[in-house]
């Protein structure tokens, strides 16, 4: 009888214990499957100089389980309060059971901790999800982007709320290769914002409401600025000549009178249909003194859908390896 009532009132009691009752290999495998946990193990990613809250309240958990779980503490939770020490996010720098002094050490003090914190004061990869270098921050209700860690390569903050990029939003991210902030209200960038950014590739902006483009990195080999509302003097004179690496350009759905020039010779896609191009320039795709020069790259061009009548310059495509797509009769 005795043993009985204590079987029951163990199972009383386990489910209360929580995950730290749970044997190792199990609290692992419940780990891997929460969302939650995956997202407290990217914390670490985030910023090495930029310990956040969120390491904060992992500190204090930890140090009353470590009082009252001693050597049961899971070795995984460990290491995502450890210190920003390591570069590495698999991490093992942090021995299981390090005792709490050194985990209350770990206690951000310094000012640059605001630094990790978004508007609404909470870190960034609590409102963002942060997967080794990528940090997703799609559909969470921003209105403007949040301090973003160090080593982030990719980042996606598609629809959200975000009108203005300032000229520090990337700052010392020289990782950065590409930024994804489609479907936003985004109407003006700071001229600094996108130029001190030495990785990046690709520059997604469509679905917002630019008039005008800042001054681009020149590693760009993606600009895609689909359904905004560009003008032809939003465009510098010289915007995509010095992009030596842009493969593919889309500037469909927006307002331009004219095909922006001059374009790089890397170029393999122009995409302008849904404008209000009326007219080509001399020289649009080839250089009208250079008889033997061709752009091979260049085969997708694409003006349909524009007010032009593509049959009026018919020495605008000799260089081109196809004709445009448009409206030629
Ligand atoms: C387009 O231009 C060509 C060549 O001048 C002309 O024959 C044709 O009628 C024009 N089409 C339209 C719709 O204006």
Redesign the pocket.
């Given at each position: 009888m005795k043993f009985w009532a204590f079987l029951t009132l163990l199972a009383l009691l386990l489910p209360e214990a929580g995950p730290a009752s749970l044997p190792k290999k199990e609290r692992k495998r419940r780990e891997e499957q929460s969302p939650e946990e995956s997202k407290a193990h990217a914390v670490p990613h985030v910023g090495h100089d930029v310990p956040s809250v969120d390491d904060y309240h992992e500190v204090i958990d930890l140090s009353s389980y470590e009082e009252d779980y001693g050597d049961q503490l899971p070795e995984v939770e460990l290491s995502s309060a450890a210190p920003p020490a390591g570069t590495s996010p698999a991490r093992s720098t942090v021995p299981p059971r390090t005792p709490s002094p050194t985990l209350t050490g770990t206690r951000p003090t310094a000012p640059g901790r605001l630094h990790s914190l978004t508007s609404g004061g909470l870190p960034t990869c609590l409102v963002c999800v942060c997967l080794g270098s990528s940090v997703y921050c799609d559909d969470a209700d921003l209105d403007h982007l949040p301090p973003l860690p160090r080593t982030t390569a990719y980042l996606y903050a598609r629809f959200n709320r975000i009108t203005h990029v300032g000229a520090g939003a990337f700052q010392g991210l020289t990782k950065l290769k590409r930024i994804d902030l489609s479907g936003n209200l985004i109407s003006s960038i700071d001229a600094e914002a996108l130029h001190p950014l030495p990785a990046l590739q690709d520059l997604i902006l469509s679905e917002n409401r630019l008039a005008a483009l800042p001054p681009l990195p020149r590693g760009t080999e993606i600009l895609d600025v689909r359904r905004n509302r560009l003008r032809s003097s939003g465009i510098q004179p010289e915007a995509f000549g010095a992009l030596e690496r842009l493969q593919f350009l889309y500037l469909a759905d927006n307002l331009l009178d004219a095909i922006p020039g001059p374009l790089p010779l890397s170029l393999r896609s122009l995409h302008l249909q849904n404008n209000r191009i009326d007219s080509l320039q001399r020289g649009a795709f080839c250089d009208p003194e250079e008889h033997r020069h061709t752009r091979r790259p260049l085969e997708d061009i694409r003006l349909d859908h524009n007010p032009i009548?593509l049959?009026?310059f018919p020495e605008a495509y000799f260089c081109l390896p196809r004709l445009p797509i448009g409206r030629f009769?």
């Open positions: 009548n049959s009026l009769t």
